[in-house]
C-alpha cells in the first residue's frame, strides 16, 4: 500500500505548451475571452459611428454647376428657360434640367473651362465663360432682358407714275380717246 499511495499522491506536471495556442489557453478563461471581444466591439462601433461623423473626402474630378436665372428688372425667378453647357467650341455637353418653378437649374460636371447659355423665348439669350473645380460648386446668377418689341411693320411703298411731259406729241392721240 505504501507503493499505491506514494504513485496517487505525487502530482504529474503538464507538458509544456508547444504552441501559441497552448500557451494562450492556458491563461485565457471564458469571461476574459468574452471581455475582450466586448471591448473590440466597442471600439470598432466608436469607430464606425466617428466615420459617420466626419466623412471621408475622395478626390473627385467633379463638380457642380448652378444657374440661378433671374430677370434683369425686378430680380425676380425666370422659370421655364433652358440652360445648356457647352464646350468653348460650342458642342453641346449638356442641357441643365431647371428646377420645378425655382428658376435655378443644377448639374454635375467634369472640372474644365465651359460655355453657359441661358435662353427663354420671352427674354435676351445671355451666355458666359465659367470655370468648374472639382468639388465644389460654380454658382452662376444670369439676368435675363426682356426682348425688344418688334418694330412695326412698314408701310407699303407706293410707286406713283412719273408725269407726263408736257407738249408730247401723243397729247392729241390721248385726248381723242378720253
Known amino acids: ?33 468574452q471581455g475582450v471581444c466586448g471591448t473590440l466591439a466597442a471600439l470598432i462601433s466608436i469607430g464606425g459611428a466617428f466615420g459617420y461623423l466626419v466623412p471621408f473626402t475622395t ?10 436665372v433671374q430677370e434683369a428688372r425686378t430680380g425676380k425667378p425666370v422659370a421655364g428657360a433652358t440652360v445648356e453647357l457647352l464646350t468653348l467650341q460650342d458642342a453641346l455637353v449638356t442641357m441643365v434640367p431647371p428646377a420645378a418653378g425655382t428658376g435655378s437649374a443644377k448639374t454635375p460636371t467634369k472640372e474644365g473651362t465651359y460655355r ?8 435676351t439669350t445671355e451666355s458666359r ?8 460648386t ?41
Open 1 to 33: 500500500m505504501a507503493l499505491e499511495d506514494s504513485v496517487s499522491d505525487s502530482v504529474v506536471p503538464a507538458p509544456a505548451p508547444s504552441s501559441v495556442v497552448g500557451a494562450v489557453r492556458g491563461h485565457l478563461s471564458l469571461t476574459r475571452l
Open 59 to 68: 478626390k473627385t474630378d467633379r463638380g457642380e454647376v448652378l444657374a440661378i
Open 116 to 123: 453657359l447659355r441661358v435662353m427663354h423665348p420671352r427674354y
Open 129 to 136: 465663360q465659367i470655370y468648374v473645380v472639382a468639388g465644389q
Open 138 to 178: 460654380a454658382q452662376i446668377h444670369v439676368r435675363l432682358s426682356p426682348r425688344p418689341a418688334p418694330p412695326p411693320p412698314a408701310p407699303p411703298l407706293v410707286v406713283e407714275k412719273p408725269p407726263a411731259p408736257e407738249n408730247s406729241p401723243y397729247d392729241n392721240i390721248k385726248k381723242l380717246f378720253r
